[in-house]
């Protein structure tokens, strides 16, 4: 067949190649995948500027890289898509580095795009040198240079790779001068698909010596971490743990892969296990442990020795890294879970998992009739945080890690329904991640509500975020729990009797001054009528696309069950 004949009439086709290092760059990392890049303007057009004038990808200035970091992470972790931190060299670089250990902890496929001084000044005092290697690699997958112009496009789609599959985490690509001021570079739009992960199944023979395991349970408990939400595997998992007969639990980064309303979930383990459950937990006699590294939070208080034990992840360090496990299933979550119910369809052992589950229905009713009689005199923090889920059925929640809003770890405080979206710190725990990781919740989840729940601790340390957020018009709810110190270092100095004045806030952050000037509503709890008032408030506020701050004044007898338990508080646990 002969080629059709040009039509001399017609327009010329127009060349929409793209030239100049970070036009490319953007162009790159968009037909990667990518949609977010965050970052601060650097002293002369980069990647960010770029951003702005490439289809598909949207730039998110922020006024600080340590929140831009914690911003990546937490947009990167709700999308499941490689997000982009755009840096440049020394203090910058370092001032990202807090979050991107946090990013690493989390696994957030983040790749952190930095530039590098030009290779002429590197060991002679050229300004802003710094070994960006050596203070990146423990926090970072790999460490891509890209010293050719012609390796800047394989780089980026590597990079996309990298943190996108095996473990997702954080990958550094650095740039050196000289490409970064080449203007030869040259790329045509449509010539890269989207990056994809890699997905791998479990090998059979494998799958069914832990299926003979699981089978032989009498008291089956199935814990999903964060690797069962990364994979997208909820359903599957669920579906696993229904075909099983097992009691379900979680850890802090797998919450959302169960109804939490649901009688046979045992709520989280380890540091935030809640009694009576805590019973039901130790005596589960088989645990299938999937998508999670069973790090040290996870078992606080739990003798893993004792069980038998069925590991599966993605990734094989996390095998044996803490507990031996009598298995270990390499391979993806979701193809995991279905491959383990097919094989455990029809098992015989289900008659004899009916008096264990029946017992932890009586574990959750006993566990829910406390928590429902709990007063807001015994307990400010759990009342306020009962009532977010009801006021903000449709919202994105990111949590902390201090000592009073660590009850919204706890099951009989928070409970969430299935596939409700969250984000909160890994075991690195960083403070100060909660408010800038809600910016980029609220960027990777446009129109949602974000509620924050932080201690005023962490809230002054991050407040520099809050321009960004209402210039972005983040409808952003803050519940800040206010004890007017740094809870946990005053809570233990005052468990060995020690001064807690270097804990305590002899000048206090106007938190309420500073959300009302950036055009945003205050309301300071003082009981349960104007809890209620004041998240009603909120909502509108959040509806109208301002920000809204709930104070929530707290005292140290306020303190989680986990906490006391661990750090052995005698008396009563308030749970």
């Not at 793209?18 to 002293?43: I, K, M, N, S, Y």
């Not at 290779?119 to 960006?132: L, S």
């Not at 095996?166 to 740039?175: D, T």
């Not at 649901?262 to 088989?286: F, K, S």
Request: negative net charge.
């Amino acid at each position: 067949m002969s080629a059709p004949a040009l039509d001399p009439a017609a327009p010329a086709a127009v060349d929409r190649a793209v030239t100049g290092c970070w036009p490319v760059a953007a162009q790159v990392l968009r037909e990667a995948g990518c949609e977010l890049v965050f970052g601060l303007p650097a002293d002369e057009p980069g990647l960010l500027d770029a951003a702005a004038h490439t289809d598909g990808l949207t730039p998110i200035p922020v006024r600080d890289q340590r929140a831009g970091a914690c911003a990546a992470v937490a947009a990167a972790m709700l999308t499941r898509r490689p997000v982009v931190l755009a840096l440049t060299t020394g203090p910058a670089f370092t001032n990202a580095l807090t979050g991107l250990l946090e990013g690493n902890s989390l696994g957030a496929p983040v790749i952190v795009v930095t530039t590098r001084i030009a290779a002429a000044e590197i060991g002679r005092g050229g300004f802003q040198e710094t070994d960006q290697r050596s203070l990146a690699q423990s926090v970072v997958k790999d460490h891509l240079v890209v010293a050719t112009a012609e390796s800047l496009p394989w780089a980026l789609r590597r990079a996309a790779h990298l943190a996108l599959n095996g473990r997702p985490a954080p990958v550094l690509v650095e740039i050196t001068t000289e490409v970064g001021t080449a203007t030869d570079l040259i790329v045509h739009p449509g010539a890269g698909d989207p990056v994809q992960v890699a997905r791998s199944a479990p090998d059979p023979a494998d799958v069914s010596v832990a299926a003979a395991v699981l089978a032989r349970a009498s008291r089956p408990l199935l814990l999903a971490g964060g690797g069962v939400r990364a994979a997208g595997a909820t359903a599957a998992v669920r579906a696993l743990a229904a075909e099983w007969g097992a009691a379900t639990a979680t850890t802090a980064s797998g919450r959302g892969t169960f109804d939490e309303r649901h009688p046979h979930y045992l709520g989280l383990v380890g540091l935030y296990a809640t009694p009576p459950l805590t019973e039901r937990i130790a005596e589960a006699d088989v645990v299938l442990a999937i998508g999670t590294a069973l790090e040290e939070t996870v078992r606080m208080g739990w003798d893993l020795d004792r069980v038998r034990l069925v590991h599966a992840d993605g990734d094989p360090a996390a095998f044996h890294r803490s507990v031996p496990a009598e298995v270990t299933l390499l391979g993806d979550a979701g193809l995991t879970a279905a491959a383990l119910r097919a094989a455990l369809a029809g098992d015989a052992g289900a008659a004899r998992r009916t008096g264990w589950l029946g017992s932890v229905v009586r574990a959750r009713q006993a566990m829910d009739a406390r928590a429902a009689a709990v007063t807001f005199a015994e307990s400010p923090t759990r009342t306020v945080l009962r009532a977010l889920v009801e006021r903000f059925p449709d919202a994105v929640l990111v949590q902390e890690n201090g000592l009073h809003d660590i009850w919204g770890y706890h099951l009989s405080a928070l409970t969430l329904p299935a596939d409700f979206p969250l984000v909160g710190p890994g075991e690195q725990t960083m403070m100060g991640f909660g408010l800038p990781a809600a910016v980029g919740a609220s960027v990777a989840r446009p129109g949602r509500p974000v509620v924050v729940v932080c201690g005023d601790g962490a809230f002054a340390m991050s407040s520099n975020t809050l321009p960004t957020a209402a210039e972005l018009g983040c409808p952003l709810v803050m519940v800040v729990f206010d004890n007017g110190g740094f809870g946990w270092p005053r809570f233990l100095r005052q468990q060995e009797g020690e001064p807690t004045t270097t804990a305590d806030f002899g000048t206090r952050l106007p938190m309420a001054e500073l959300v009302e000037a950036l055009g945003g509503v205050v309301a300071t709890v003082t009981d349960a009528e104007s809890a209620g008032s004041a998240l009603r408030d909120a909502r509108a506020a959040v509806d109208d696309g301002r920000l809204a701050l709930v104070v929530v004044p707290v005292d140290d007898d306020d303190v989680p069950v986990g906490i006391r338990r661990i750090c052995g508080v005698e008396g009563p646990a308030p749970w």
